[in-house]
């Protein structure tokens, strides 16, 4: 999990887990954010873009 809060993010997908966790794909990063019910983030991972 990244420190730095000030990178651009541009989140094109939001979504909810049964469990409550939401999950955003942050396409400027390339990574996605787990996130509790209570907005702290649990972790965040790189992936690459296919295109």
Not at 8 to 13: A, R, S
Not at 16 to 34: F, M, Q, R
């Amino acid at each position: 999990m990244s420190e730095d809060t000030t990178r651009n993010c541009d989140i094109t997908v939001v979504c909810e887990l049964p469990n409550g966790i939401i999950v955003l794909a942050d396409a400027a990063n390339t990574s996605l954010k787990l996130f509790s019910e209570s907005f702290q983030q649990l972790t965040e991972s790189s992936y690459r873009d296919r295109h």
